[in-house]
């Protein structure tokens, strides 16, 4: 089993370009998640999926959207990147919403 | 919001000491996570703690929860290089079930 696998590993933009994180797994997990690390601020929740057909706000959801594709997959869509989204993005996914969570290995994004 | 609060936020120890690791939340918690993420890796579950006053164990490393539900700590006992990272608690909310993570310690072993 891969567990939870993210594309693309890195990723440079300019100021008002969009792109895709996508994010895979293959644990049959209900809940998945998007989160952002920066450096002295720990994880925080962008959006969460807890289960197949709903999603929800987390703590910092604002220039970002979502889809919960199917059961396995879970992207966050940038429309227009700004410096201020420059950020290690972790999807996260667990069998149910109050489990465990495993986590992909994260996308580097940079916004010039 | 819930806010979750960890100390230090920085820890250097000469291999073989101990390291204690401090986590404080603003709300009650209906339980509380640790992870740990090695340098440039991405976090991996440690454990769950869900009862008042509950200690647990793995090898080296011993975390407890508070009586209040408020509070845990993660100690480890006679560091080796391998436990070089940064720990991570995140603690669920009563109210809204929300995983809060905290803002970590990042620890650092002297050989």
Redesign the interface.
């Known amino acids: 089993n891969a567990g939870v696998t993210q594309t693309p590993k890195f990723q440079v933009l300019k100021t008002g370009q969009s792109m895709t994180l996508q994010c895979a797994q293959d644990m049959n997990h209900n809940s998945m998640y998007w989160y952002r690390q920066d450096p002295g601020m720990g994880l925080r929740l962008i959006y969460y999926s807890a289960s197949e057909g709903t999603t929800d706000k987390g703590e910092v959801p604002n220039g970002y959207n979502v889809s919960r594709l199917n059961k396995r997959e879970f992207s966050l869509r940038l429309e227009s990147a700004a410096p201020s989204q420059t950020s290690v993005y972790f999807c996260a996914s667990s069998e149910y919403r109050k489990g465990e969570q495993y986590f992909g290995p994260g996308t580097r994004l940079t916004v010039t | 919001?819930q806010q979750v609060m960890?100390i230090p936020?920085y820890q250097h120890v000469q291999e073989g000491e101990d390291f204690t690791t401090y986590c404080n939340s603003s709300t009650t918690l209906?339980?509380i996570?640790w992870?740990k993420q090695r340098p440039g890796?991405?976090?991996?579950?440690l454990i769950?703690l869900v009862k008042s006053g509950e200690v647990k164990k793995q090898k080296r490393l011993t975390f407890q929860f508070g009586e209040a539900k408020k509070n845990s700590s993660l100690h480890i006992t006679a560091t080796q290089t391998t436990d070089v990272g940064t720990y991570?608690c995140?603690g669920?909310d009563f109210g809204n079930?929300?995983?809060?993570?905290?803002?970590?310690t990042r620890l650092t072993i002297i050989p």
Do not use: D, I, M, W
């Open positions: 919001g960890q936020q209906s339980n996570q992870y890796g991405h976090p991996v579950f769950q991570f995140a669920r079930e929300k995983l809060t993570f905290g803002t970590g």
